[in-house]
Every structure is written in C-alpha cells, then in structure tokens.
C-alpha cells in the first residue's frame, strides 16, 4: 500500500494552519492544569540537522502526548541569535568592507542572518509535525514585531531587556567581578570561551622534560652540598615556560634527588620507576629522601627567595623578571609527569589559584592574537612569534642550554573552540567573572540540583561535579554581536580600585526599560527613525543616555571618569536567562518549567547556566525535571559529517520517505543513549510504518456500514473473543500512557507496533476475517466484531496521535466520517484526550484462556507450516486437525471452544485423538502433539471453508449450509433467527 506521506503530510500541515490546530488543543484543555515543555533555542545559522530534528521531535511528542493525559500543554519555539558563529559568517561576507563600517551596522547585517534562519528552520521545524501558535507568529512576523509571543528570540526586546535585569541581579548582589584571570581564548575568534565553548579532540604535542637549577638547596637537604641541583619538570605545553613564575611540589608526597650524571635531579620518589624507565635512567642512586613542605617550608616556614629556580626565559624587567620560587600545592598527582609541576599563574587554572595563594600575579606574555608580546619576553626570537609555533625554537634552545632531558611527540586530548575548531589557549586577560561563592550561588545551585528530577539519574552526579568544581563564570566575549555586559567603571579610581563600577539598581532598571523600547542598540547608539539607531556623537551624549543623572561612580563619588567597558556577554548567559524571559504571569505561563529536554552536552551549556541564574534570582531551580539524549551517529557509529559523506538531513528523509518515518525512528531508539541511523534503518522503519497502516486500513475498511450509535454492541453481548479483544487494548492502553508519562517513547513504539503486527493481524484480525466477510451484515457477532474494530481504531488512533501525527490525524477523519461528520472540518485528534479505561474491571481469566489459546495456535502453525512444506495442504483451510495430549486437562480447555475451534486455528476440522508418525510434537507445551491432515470434503464457494455440506441447497450448490443461511439472512435484510 501506497501511504504517499511525502504528498500527504504537507497537505495536513495546511489544514493545521487552516484550524489553528495547537490553539485549538489549548483551548479543549482550557482550565486544565498547566504542563510547561521549556524549549532550549536552537541557533539560528543554518538549516537543521539530524540532532535538532531529534531533539524537537522528542519535545513534540511530550507535548502533545500531555495534552492528551489532559493537561493544558503549552509550547513556545525559541532561538539563540547572537554570538560568534554569525558574527563569523557575516564576516566573511563582508570581508574587508567591514572595517569601514560602525558597530551597529555590523549588528544590524548579524540580526538579518539570525532572522533569515529562524525562518528556515521554523518551516523545517513545522515539516517535521512540531506544533505551536503558526497563526500568531505569522501575524507576529508580518508586523515585524520586536518582541514575540509565538516564539521567542534572543533579539526581542523583551528578551534583551531580561538580559540586563539578570545582570543586574548578579552586579547590584555584589556576585560580579573584574579581573585578570586564565581563561579559554580562541586566538582565531579573538575572544574569551566558556567551559561550555570548548570542545576536547586529540592532538599531537611535544612533551619535554626540563631541568630548572635550583640554588640554595643544601640549606634543608645537607645531603645535596657541594652538587649542581635541578628540579626536574614535564610539560606538554613548552609555549607556557616563558611564563613560569615557579614550581609546585605536594606537601605530603615524599620526593627522591638522584644522582644523574653527577647532578643531583628532584622529582617525586612515587613516579622514580616510571620516570627512569622513559629517561633511560639504569637504578639511579637516591641521594636524599623528604617530604615536599619539609625542602619547601610552609607558613612563615615557606623558603620562598632563599630557594631561586632558575626560569627558563626571564625579562629583563617587569612582572616576567627575576627567579622562580619552590611552593606547595595540593593539586600535585602522581597520575603523569614528575611531581615537580611547572606552575605558570597566568596560564592555568589551578596555577591561578595556587599562585595567588603564595603572592604570585597571573604573568601573560601572549597578546589575543596567540603570539608573544615583544616586551614581555626577553629572546628576539620569541617575539611577535604565535605561541604553538614557538614550541619547536624553545625545545631547540633548552637542548642547546643542556636543559632538555627528553622531547618526544605526545597525543593527548586538548581543548578547542566550539566554531572555529582551533586549539584553544589558557591566558590570563581582563574579564567580568560571576563568583560562584557570592550569595553562596554554588552551594544553592547544589541544593536545586537534588531537588530535581534527573532522566537520566546519573545527570544529577554528573552535573552536581560541574558544579562543585568549575571556576567563576567569566561572562565577558570580546565580540560585537550580542548583549553588552552594562560593565561601566571609573576611569579615575578603576586601576586602583576595582570594584569602582556600577552597582546601582536605578542604572539597571533604566538600562532593562531602554532595552525594552529599543533593545541593545541602545548601548551603541541613540534612535535615528524608523526603530534604526545612529552612532553616539560623544561620550557625553551616551552617558546622558544610558547613565541616569542620580548614578555616578561608588568609590568617588563623581560621573565625570565613567567610561564604558566594551564586552558582550556570553551566550550561555544569553540563554540561560530564558525561563525567566520566556515563561511567568507577563506571559500567562507558569514559572518554572515542567521539564527541559535535551542533549547531554547541556548538562555544561544550558541546564548548567539556566539554573545558575535561576538560582541568582529566585534561590530555585527553574525546572522540575531534566531529560537528555545522546547524539545521532550514522550505521556504522560514527559521528556525522559533511568530509565523511555521512550526514542524514531530515529534510531529505521528509521529502523521499515522509517525517512519518523520522518520527517513527526517534519513537523507536533509546534516546537516553546516543542513537545510530542509516538508510537500511529508515526502509526497516518504513517496513513498520507500513504494518502497522495496513492495520488501520484494515480495521477502518470493515466498518462500512456500521454507525457507533446505533449499531454498537455492549460489552457483556459480546462474542468472548471479542471482549478478549478490549482486555488487551486496555492492557495496551495503560501501558503506552504510562510509557508516554516516563518519557519512553521507545516503549509507546514498541508497543503500538507488536499489538498492531502480532496481537491484531497475526491472531484477531486473522480469526475474524471469517465473521467479517461471512456474516449477514447486521448479524449480532458481526456487529460485535464491528465494535470492537471501531473502539480499536478510536483508541489507538489517539495512543499513536503524538507520534505518528500525520497517520493518526488521517485515520481520525475517517472515524469523523464513520460518524456521520465531515472531514477536515474542525475536529482533530490532537484536541482530543487519550482512550477512557475499558467500563468494566480486567478479566485476568479471560486474558490468561486467549493467551493459553495463542500459545497453542502457534504450535498448531508450526505444525500447518511443515505440512505446506511437505506439500500435504495448500492452505490452512485444507487442513484437519487431529490434537492430542497427555495433559486431560489441556484437552478439556481446547474442546471448552466447541465448533468455534476450527475456525480459530483456521482450518476447516479440528478433532480430538490418537495422531500417527506426522504429527509435530510441541517443543513449548508438553504433552501435546499436533497431525495435519488432509481435510475430506468440498471447498465453500464463499468461505473456502471445506465441508461435506456443500451443494445440499439446490438453489445455492457451490456453498455450504453456513453460507447459504447467511446469504439468505443477508438478501432478506433481516436479523438472523
């Protein structure tokens, strides 16, 4: 059968359009209680992949599967539009014009980008099936209006005025800060990364081991009098040693100087094996043993100057002249190196921190462009020089100094930008950071964390560890598209004093109502007509703008040094405020959200950022409960891209196959695990979608002539199969809603297709082919079976609607016709509510007589089937049965089915006794043996039953005498007698 979706479904998608379909489900569940899908903005910079057609169709289906439990189920799409990679992309467009053009028509030629492409993936997001209030964003579009309620989009104005109202939530609670700091930055983007813009690759490195000399040692270690002594440090990063400003041993960690080639070499005595092993070192004699504080000293112990190291390239002057110094740090291992750690402030994180525990500034001799500054390194060679290619000229000079033991190539994993797909550097720059500790945010977050409910659970570990040990956020991007950081400082006091900023909520508040009228432009400029912005003429024409005149400078007192600091704010600030931009009272949503869903990268982007603001603002996390899925990979586990030649668009797939069949594979997976497709998956899937469509076909094709209100036949006049028939769909029914509830979309599938496949077209369906196509129309098991196909065809037609959509709005205007309506008028499925419960209890005898029935109709196939193999019957219905069994029991259950047996194994005999040499015994059931005969008689015209009746009417010689009664019934439109 022929399903056509690729023409079909778009047919669908403008009916919807037509009736409003999403408003029109909100309204059906009007004063229900509320359930709120908090969508995580997609950015708006090309047509959707594989991954984002996943992540909306699995909200999709949360969405419409709880308006059908009853809830009102609101959804509002949203987009993240600011930030580098459109920034990237107009710059290539522009390429050398952009020099001469101001910020804000660099800005405005960005938001045209952002804008071009929520209008492509809005369109490729609506192919897919995903509902939401069309008819109010198109209205809403045609306006150009600057804030929507459709959608949302971190260019509305709404949305950026909240931007700034939870930065100052953070400046005026004292939880933002300046300083110098090391940092991810992109020498590539010329900017500053999140921990979330950073991904890990592989990558070769050298690896080097460098002696530092170390003067003054025999002062505590007597041993090592009268010998050369150097400390011996790893690095993979030789670009950093110019920055050294020390070396860090464990203070508890016992440390070994032996003796190589008459020097005396400090390393850590738990990583002496190793070592000497990859240094060629044969039993090196160990001249001393101590601990690290005992060489090191601790308090007002602490050596400091009386133990130089010599550094590797000190200045002449300035913060990179002068010896290194020995400190302690607890971040020293024994997982690789040598225990003695190269500790550069201005170059690490935990060298940050452990320097300014012992006086040390955060040194940086590399500008943002990744090459050393010129008068911040003292070898001319070094200079202007881009850091990684430097590596090569420093291991050659250390070699030439007898400071090298070993160089060899090293693979390890190592940080990149998330856009450019560069090797990132850890520098010390200028930036804001938020405290995690202020207002003890990070101890709040922690608590929101185990208050929530985590799909799956391993997500709350996993994300309470980033909590706990991730540095201060640094929120500043030195780009020109974006949000600025309302950062404004005194020049007069800001050197010396850096909290000399503003702190004020007046200059907040204004701010959010000035974004709110005319959105972040406002920061670059004043308003020039027609909503466009035009430059600031002076400086005293934008701080009479966005500085009210009551705001001036919190240390001096004055407005006259106010200077503005030029830093957008990162983007996952951006998003993570937009529980609070998108849901609350302004919005007649409820705050906070119901769920948030998706991939398991966000647990670090936006799960991790939304609940930090959150927590700044409302001491509360602003989700109930957070659902991740894995990634899409092709057939053979890779991941997918364009130089493999692996990709799967899903607009692709639409168009050849239909969004059916995606739909129908991310119903089918396990999304908590990353997820594999291939075009030998989609035509299995199609496979399934077509049976379970044949299914419907069949059951909607038998209900001609039949009206539910008048014909329908109740529970208790049913035929027993067919109350067997309604058990198990309630069995089905209470198990897919349950699967919906708990987000396994998985099971729904699973479920839905078995039922459809086995318990329907393989057993029911199958036996009553015979009633169906047999019996007068009007007749009383025809009507039962009538009945039952149609509350089939209602309830699972609403258990599959927030999957196969499309499938499931076809089938409910066939049963609008059937009920005597008008297609495609105003009723759909997705304003509906799943099935009721059945009206009467569970039978579990009745369940339990049909399954033990099934289980023997599949050893009586088995036995059919090698009968057909050996040519002893064409069809079942050659076939006489001859049943036997050493279980008394098992044989008063079969004849409990009197004549009806026959007809449920469709054969046309079944007999009870001894069975010959043929017969196949059963490998489930003991005791029971099957024989498949040759059935004598002649073949029913009409059912193809054989019998020994046929020809006994004269009038009607080619049927049988069960046939001719129902022919009769049936041209006398009459009930049966």
Not at 293 to 300: H, M, S
Not at 498 to 517: C, E, I, N, V
Request: aromatic share 10%.
């Amino acid at each position: 059968m022929k399903a056509g979706l690729p023409q079909r479904e778009p047919q669908w998608l403008e009916w919807w359009d037509e009736i409003n379909v999403y408003r029109r489900a909100r309204e059906a569940r009007s004063g229900s209680p509320t359930y709120v899908m908090h969508d995580g903005p997609p950015y708006a910079n090309a047509s959707i992949h594989l991954g984002q057609a996943l992540n909306k169709v699995l909200k999709d289906f949360v969405v419409k599967s709880r308006s059908m439990m009853g809830h009102d189920a609101s959804y509002v799409p949203g987009w993240d539009c600011h930030g580098l990679p459109i920034e990237h992309r107009v710059d290539k467009e522009l390429g050398p014009k952009k020099l001469e053009m101001n910020p804000l028509e660099v800005r405005e030629r960005c938001r045209q980008w952002a804008v071009k492409f929520i209008g492509v993936q809005s369109e490729e997001f609506r192919r897919l099936g995903v509902f939401w209030d069309r008819e109010l964003d198109r209205q809403e579009e045609g306006a150009d209006a600057p804030s929507r309620r459709a959608i949302y989009r971190t260019i509305d104005h709404t949305y950026e005025a909240e931007i700034v109202r939870q930065l100052g939530r953070f400046f005026t609670k004292g939880g933002v800060y300046h300083g110098i700091k090391p940092v991810h930055w992109c020498a590539s983007c010329r900017t500053a990364l999140a921990e979330a813009e950073v991904e890990y690759a592989d990558r070769t490195d050298p690896s080097i081991y460098v002696k530092l000399p170390l003067r003054g040692a025999e002062a505590r270690l007597p041993d090592l009098a009268g010998r050369s002594v150097s400390v011996l440090i790893w690095t993979t990063t030789p670009w950093t040693l110019p920055a050294n400003l020390a070396v860090a041993l464990h203070p508890h960690l016992e440390y070994v100087a032996v003796d190589v080639d008459g020097e005396a070499l400090i390393l850590a005595e738990g990583l002496l094996p190793q070592v000497s092993e990859k240094l060629g070192w044969s039993s090196p004699n160990v001249l001393t043993r101590f601990a690290g504080r005992e060489l090191v000293g601790e308090g007002d112990a602490w050596a400091g100057n009386e133990l130089p190291v010599e550094r590797p390239y000190p200045t002449v002057s300035g913060p990179g002249s002068g010896h290194g110094v020995l400190i302690l740090g607890e971040h020293v291992t024994l997982d690789a190196g040598t225990g003695a750690v190269h500790t550069a402030p201005g170059h690490g994180a935990d060298d940050y921190v452990v320097g300014k525990r012992f006086g040390l500034e955060p040194f940086n001799p590399v500008g943002e462009d990744g090459k050393f500054i010129a008068d911040r390194v003292a070898p001319e060679w070094l200079k202007e020089v881009f850091v990684l290619k430097a590596n090569a000229a420093i291991i050659e000079d250390l070699r030439e100094r007898d400071l090298l033991v070993l160089a060899e190539d090293y693979e390890h994993s190592y940080p990149h930008c998330w856009r450019c797909k560069r090797p990132t550097l850890f520098l010390a720059t200028p930036q804001w950071f938020i405290s995690m500790e202020s207002d003890g945010l990070r101890g709040k977050a922690l608590e929101q964390i185990a208050r929530t409910e985590w799909i799956p659970q391993t997500g709350e570990g996993r994300i309470a560890q980033m909590i706990e040990t991730r540095p201060d956020w640094c929120i500043s991007r030195q780009r020109t598209w974006g949000v600025p950081i309302p950062a404004v400082v005194c020049s007069s006091c800001f050197d010396d004093d850096h909290s000399a900023y503003l702190r004020d909520p007046h200059f907040f508040d204004h701010l959010q109502q000035l974004f709110l009228a005319e959105g972040s432009n406002a920061w670059f400029g004043a308003p020039d007509g027609a909503n466009g912005h035009r430059p600031y003429e002076n400086r005293a024409e934008r701080l009479e703008r966005l500085v009210p005149a009551d705001v001036s400078c919190p240390s001096c007192g004055s407005r006259d040094g106010l200077e503005f600091h030029e830093h957008i704010v990162d983007v996952w600030f951006e998003s993570g405020v937009s529980h609070s931009a998108v849901l609350g009272e302004h919005n007649g949503l409820p705050w906070p959200s119901d769920i948030y869903l998706e991939g398991h990268d966000q647990y670090r982007g936006w799960f991790h950022s939304s609940l930090l603001v959150a927590v700044n603002d409302r001491d509360r996390a602003p989700y109930k409960q957070v659902v991740t899925h894995g990634f899409t990979l092709d057939g053979a586990g890779r991941k997918m891209s364009k130089s493999l030649g692996n990709v799967i668009s899903p607009m692709e797939v639409s168009k050849k196959r239909g969004a059916e069949i995606l739909r129908m594979w991310v119903s089918m997976i396990d999304f908590l695990e990353d997820m594999r497709l291939s075009e030998e998956t989609l035509d299995r899937n199609a496979e399934a979608y077509r049976k379970i469509r044949n299914t419907f076909r069949y059951l909607l094709g038998n209900l001609k002539g039949f009206d539910p209100s008048a014909d329908a036949v109740a529970y208790a006049e049913m035929e027993e199969m067919d109350r067997w028939a309604l058990q198990r769909l309630e069995v089905l029914r209470a198990r897919l809603v349950e699967a919906y509830s708990k987000h396994q979309y998985h099971g729904v599938y699973h479920g839905l297709h078995q039922f459809c496949t086995v318990t329907l077209s393989s057993f029911y369906l199958d036996i009553l082919k015979d009633r169906l196509y047999t019996f007068p129309p009007r007749h009383p098991a025809r009507r039962s079976a009538q009945t039952v196909l149609y509350r089939l065809a209602d309830a699972l037609c609403r258990l599959m609607a927030p999957v196969l959509c499309f499938t499931a709005e076809e089938v409910w205007q066939e049963l609008v016709a059937q009920r005597g309506g008008e297609r495609k008028t105003t009723s759909s499925v997705h304003a509906e509510l799943f099935p009721d419960p059945l009206e009467v209890d569970e039978d579990t005898a009745l369940l339990e007589r049909w399954s033990r029935l099934a289980r023997v109709r599949e050893e009586v196939n088995r036995a059919l089937e090698r009968a057909r193999d050996e040519k002893r019957i064409g069809t079942a219905l050659e076939a006489s049965l001859v049943i036997d069994s050493t279980d008394a029991d098992l044989l008063e259950f079969l004849r409990s089915f009197g004549d009806d047996l026959h007809f449920l194994f469709i054969t046309s005999e079944v007999r009870f006794g001894s069975t010959g040499a043929e017969a196949v015994a059963s490998e489930t059931i003991p005791g029971l043996s099957v024989e498949v005969q040759r059935v004598q008689g002649v073949k029913c015209a009409r059912c193809w039953h054989y019998t020994t009746d046929v020809g006994d009417d004269a009038e009607w010689s080619e049927v049988c005498g069960r046939c001719v009664k129902h022919v009769r019934e049936t041209l006398a439109g009459s009930e049966p007698s």
